[in-house]
């Protein structure tokens, strides 16, 4: 088993930056890769950012392209979202996911149905 938390949330300004965190515990030899996903109010759960936690290939989304980076801290077993440029279509709650199985290419790194386990959220609200 693997647990997951997520830190880092909260209110920002448009055009304010924030970083959040998602430490794992337990099995954590077993994840072989992390990603983040956000939940708006009344829509479908959707695909940020990942990273092969072994070599270290990174994915976003095409809305947050250029704004997001995703990085990893093997010695913490955590990984970051720097989010900069925030718009309010960023307002979400932000989750962190693990995969066990290793995977090679971008498919199964966007479906969250490949993940195993799920951290419990943080909020994100950008307004002014």
């Known amino acids: 088993q693997v647990q997951l938390v997520e830190s880092g949330g909260g209110l920002v300004h448009p055009g304010g930056s924030l970083r959040l965190s998602c430490a794992a515990s337990g099995s954590i030899f077993s994840i072989n890769g992390m990603g983040w996903f956000r939940q708006a109010p009344g829509k479908e759960r959707e695909f940020v950012s990942a990273i092969n936690w072994r070599i270290g290939s990174t994915y976003y989304a095409d809305s947050v392209k250029g704004r997001f980076t995703i990085s990893r801290d093997n010695s913490k077993n955590t990984v970051y979202l720097q989010m900069n440029s925030l718009k309010p279509e960023d307002t979400a709650v932000y989750y962190c996911?693990?995969?066990?199985?290793?995977?090679?290419?971008?498919?199964?790194?966007?479906?969250?149905?490949?993940?195993?386990?799920w951290g419990r959220g943080t909020q994100v609200t950008v307004s002014s």
């Open positions: 996911a693990a995969l066990n199985q290793y995977y090679s290419g971008r498919y199964y790194y966007t479906n969250p149905g490949m993940y195993d386990y």
